[in-house]
Every structure is written in structure tokens, then in C-alpha cells.
């Protein structure tokens, strides 16, 4: 049974920072590529960031550019966010999952290829 757990969500002002974790247990995660997600009220599911197995290659949604920064921490298991220059529309469920397949720039933004998910942590970002 794989689980993920995100943390490190909240409530933060504009302009800000939050630092989103995921720990993955029950697979060998460094097997892995990982992706973040997000999804705001009324909106479809959206691509944020994912990386590689090995940490070796990053990809982002243009919107998050230079704003977000995603790694992974093998030996714990865990892989992270860190959003900074925060903007209300950010706001919204972030949720990280697991991607087996081939890391590929359409793969990874494409929600059905990945495997396991998790419940998400809230993000809000004030104006």
C-alpha cells in the first residue's frame, strides 16, 4: 500500500512563502518520479511541477516559474515544494503523486499517468 502525505500547508499573505512536503511510504521512492498538483474551487486539476527519480531534471507549469522550486530528498523519502512571491491566485488543494512511467514532458503534466496520490494540503494566499 503506497501513501503520501502532504504537509507545510497554510495561510499565507501575498508575497510570501510556503514550503509543501510529501512523504511517501510502501514503495521504494527513489523508483519514482514525483509530481505537485493543484486544484482551486471550481477549477480543473493543474500541473505545477515534477521531477525525476534522481532529482536530475525539474520541469514547471510556466505559471510557477522562477516562483517554485521542487526537490526530493531520497534517503527520507520525501519530496518538496517551496513557492515563494505568493499570489491569491495561487490559492488552492496542493497534492503530490507518484509517476512510474517515463519522464516525459507531456507524461508528467498529464494527471491519469500517475499512479498514487495524495489528500492534499490547503493553500491560501491573502491579498
Known amino acids: 500500500q503506497v501513501q503520501l502525505v502532504e504537509s507545510g500547508g497554510g495561510l499565507v499573505q501575498a508575497g510570501g512563502s510556503l514550503r509543501l512536503s510529501c512523504a511517501v511510504s510502501?514503495?521504494?521512492?527513489?523508483?519514482?518520479?514525483m509530481g505537485w498538483f493543484r486544484q482551486a474551487p471550481g477549477k480543473e486539476r493543474e500541473f505545477v511541477a515534477a521531477?525525476?527519480?534522481?532529482?536530475?531534471?525539474?520541469y514547471y507549469a510556466d505559471s510557477m516559474k522562477g516562483r517554485f522550486t521542487i526537490s526530493r530528498d531520497n534517503a527520507k523519502n520525501t519530496a518538496h515544494l517551496q513557492m515563494n512571491t505568493l499570489k491569491p491566485e495561487d490559492t488552492a488543494v496542493y497534492c503530490c503523486?507518484?509517476?512510474?512511467?517515463?519522464?516525459?514532458?507531456?507524461?508528467?503534466?498529464?494527471?491519469?499517468?500517475?499512479?498514487?496520490w495524495g489528500q492534499g494540503t490547503q493553500v491560501t494566499v491573502s491579498s
Open positions: 503523486a507518484v509517476h512510474s512511467r517515463r519522464f516525459t514532458a507531456v507524461g508528467i503534466t498529464t494527471p491519469t499517468t500517475y499512479d498514487y
Open positions: 521531477i525525476s527519480w534522481g532529482g536530475g531534471n525539474t
Open positions: 510502501g514503495r521504494t521512492f527513489s523508483n519514482y518520479a
